[in-house]
């Protein structure tokens, strides 16, 4: 099975900093990541597929990148609403999986 | 408007059954796959497995196979998620998610609203 790992687990931010979160994937998966957000008590949803393309109605200021094994997402400049649990998935293979969540919250 | 909408609340005893239902409606139901994603109190995501209703194709994580049975009916645009010999491990918020294409695999682009199974004695 594909282990993805996300670092950090955590971390806070300003309203307006630049944030990346990485995720690492433990074989080789081209381009087959996506990201997701969730906020508390709602269900995910789905920021950037295929690595680096960015879901219809997402704001711009949502990026990501990477291929192989190593793949960011970038907040460019962090709004309110911004403030949430973010998770990578890996979708080249069965049984697909998830990073264990990096939660970003008010510094 | 597409929306994914899952059935309510269960509790239920260890050993029992649960079986959760996901209905589609605003798009058409057999362009796109199905998986069943859960997440259990204060942990991430895990998927379980899905289906491609218009192959009637399924595919299952390792951990589940035997216990789980994912099905969709056509006539009702609905998905259902079946999951056995309960324990209370099984406790927390399942989620439908609608695959961006007909392949188990694509990007979870829709998802339902959660429905929460409590496993207790």
């Not at chain 1, 996506?34 to 709602?42: A, D, L, V």
């Not at chain 2, 694509?106 to 429905?115: E, Y």
Request: aromatic letters at 10%.
């Amino acid at each position: 099975d594909i282990q993805m790992t996300q670092s950090p687990s955590s971390l806070s931010a300003s309203v307006g900093d630049r944030v990346i979160i990485t995720c690492r994937a433990s074989q080789s998966i081209s381009s087959y990541v996506n990201w997701y957000q969730q906020t508390p008590g709602k269900a995910p949803k789905l920021l950037i597929y295929a690595a680096s393309i960015l879901q219809s109605g997402v704001p711009s200021r949502f990026s990501g990148s990477g291929s192989g094994t190593h793949f960011t997402l970038t907040i460019s400049s962090v709004q309110p609403d911004d403030f949430a649990t973010y998770y990578c998935q890996q979708n080249y293979r069965n049984p697909l999986s998830f990073g264990q969540g990096t939660k970003l919250d008010i510094k | 408007q597409v929306r994914l909408v899952q059935s309510g609340a269960e509790v239920k005893k260890p050993g029992s059954s649960v079986k959760v239902s996901c209905k589609t409606s605003g798009d058409t139901f057999t362009s796109y796959s199905v998986s069943w994603v859960r997440q259990a109190p204060g942990q991430g995501l895990e998927w379980m497995g899905g289906i491609t209703p218009i192959l009637d194709r399924t595919d299952y994580a390792q951990k589940f196979r035997g216990r789980i049975t994912v099905s969709a009916d056509e006539s009702s645009s609905t998905a259902y998620m079946e999951l056995s010999n309960l324990r209370s491990e099984d406790t927390a918020m399942y989620y439908c998610a609608r695959g961006s294409g007909i392949r188990i695999n694509d990007a979870f682009d829709m998802w339902g609203q959660g429905t929460s199974v409590t496993v207790s004695s």
